[in-house]
Structure formats: C-alpha cells, structure tokens
C-alpha cells in the first residue's frame, strides 16, 4: 500500500509537514523518472512514488540506504535480532553520544555488525529517539529503553515494505555521478531539497558523521561539508545542472545564505514558475517551482 496520505516517521526532530507533501504530490502527477539528490528519510519519495514511477536517489548517509532498500524496496521484513546482545565495536570504543552507557554502546555495534538493513533503518531511529531531543548529542535512555524503541520502530516499518515503483539508491555523493547523468536520458523531474548551512557550516557534518560511523561500525566516508563558502555553488549547480526541465526546491528560514539570496542567484539561471511557504514550528519552509529549457 502506498502511504502518501502520512508521513514517513524515523525519529528526527523537525522535516516536512503534510502540506509541503501534497504539494509535492501535486506537482509531480505526470513525472515518471525522478532525480532525489539529497534523500533524507526518504519522505520525498513516498510523496512522488506511483506504480509507473522509476525514482533515482542519492544520499551520503548510510541511513538512507537502511531504508530505501531495507524497507521501502523491501518486500518482505528480514531481521537478525531476536534479543538484546552485545559487541565491543565502533560506539563502544568511541562513546559519540554523551553519557551513553556500555550496554547500549553494545546493543547499537551488535546491530550495525549483525544486523540486517531492516534491522538498521530501525536502529537509525531507535537511536535518535535516545538522544536528548532527536539532537544526536547527548544519551538520555538505558538499553532496554533503546531495544523497546527499535522493536516499536521495526514493527513500523513494515507497514512501509514493498513501496509502488522502482527505486535505484546510490549510497554516496550525488556531484560525484552528476557529469554522467548529465550525458544520460533526461528526467521528468528533479527534487532538490540541499543541506542547510547554520553560522559556519551545515547542520548535518558533526553529529551526522558520528551517527553514520555508528550505523556502519565505522566504515562509513566522512560526510562531504557545506559551509557559508560553498553552499550557493553546490545549489546552483544542482538546479543547472542536473538534466530535468521541472524542479522542486526546498529551503527554510534563518540559515545562510538566506532564502532571499538563493532565490535571487537561482533566478539567474531557471525560471521560477511558483513559491510557496509553508509555516513548521517556528519557522518557515519555502519551496520553489523551477523550470528550465534542456539542450
């Protein structure tokens, strides 16, 4: 079953409200082939996805591969833990979260060591529903609280398994690969939803890097870093490169460069068909309708 009417929930603080979902919804009726190059949780996906639809998705965070191929192009639940058991790995040696105890240190390498995709994706948010806030800093929970957090979310997503579509992830660098689709067959769409940069650097970069050396028990790239420098570069060449003549773009509030500047530089280059703001706790979520002509 397809579950755009709700939202797609793994533990994090924030993200899209219904309303910036159904005008994604909206927007893309007649798109087949769909570029995501920033994936998150996947919620944009779910927004776009129909039987006919082939959706190509990129993200640096292993996270998002836990549930784009472990859940949602998953037809059925696949799971290795059946109780709580330990290891001395990644987390253990490292401690990332503050106060985090030795047995939940334990639990989280036994999982990302052992542990199937499924097992992972659940993982992902048992662990930030165990951190102060959703804020990937500091630990607030004991293992038991940990394991009935990761059961609650397993049981979850399984109403997710099996979505319509095809979806083909890429766990890396979506500029890496942007020179070879530049070559390939155009898309119907693109979906661009970029890291936002809050004083010096992105929000992601730190306490995303731990969390993803976690998940892979330390095998994971380092993420790449947006900062005030290279943020407006990395968008604009997402928007003019990429090989779709319709895009949607997201961006908020109180981040740099500010919305004001990136619809100006991006007006510069594609034609800005629509705006519209959406208002989520205390701030406000913009997003654009973008049209430019393919050569």
Sequence with gaps: MNKIAEIYRAGYVGGAVQETLDWIEEKSTDAKRIIVPFTGIGRHIVAVQRADTE?????????????????FNAEKAESNV?????????????????????????????????????????????????????????????????????????????????????????????????????????????????????????????????FNQCLTNGQASRLPKWNRRNAMTYMRDAVTKIPASTMLFFYVNKVIPTYEDVKRVLGQYVEIEEEQEFYHNGRSDFALLLHKDLP
């Design 55 to 71: 959706i190509y998705s990129w993200d640096t965070m292993a996270y998002s591969r836990y549930i784009v191929d472990g859940v």
């Design 82 to 210: 059946t109780e709580i058991r330990y290891r001395k790995g990644w987390m253990y040696e490292h401690r990332t979260y503050k106060n985090i105890d030795d047995r939940c240190a334990g639990f989280i390498d036994w999982v990302a060591q052992e542990g199937t995709l499924f097992d992972k994706a659940a993982l992902g948010s048992a662990m930030t529903r165990s951190t102060l806030m959703g804020r990937l800093t500091h630990w607030k929970s004991n293992v038991e609280q940990l394991y009935t957090r990761f059961e609650k979310q397993r049981e979850y997503n399984q109403d997710w398994l099996n979505q319509p579509g095809t979806r083909l992830h890429v766990e890396g660098d979506f500029f890496a690969d942007l020179e070879a689709l530049q070559g390939g067959e155009p898309c119907d769409l693109a979906i661009i939803d970029p890291p936002k940069v809050v004083n010096y650097s992105d929000v992601y970069s730190l306490h995303f890097n731990h």
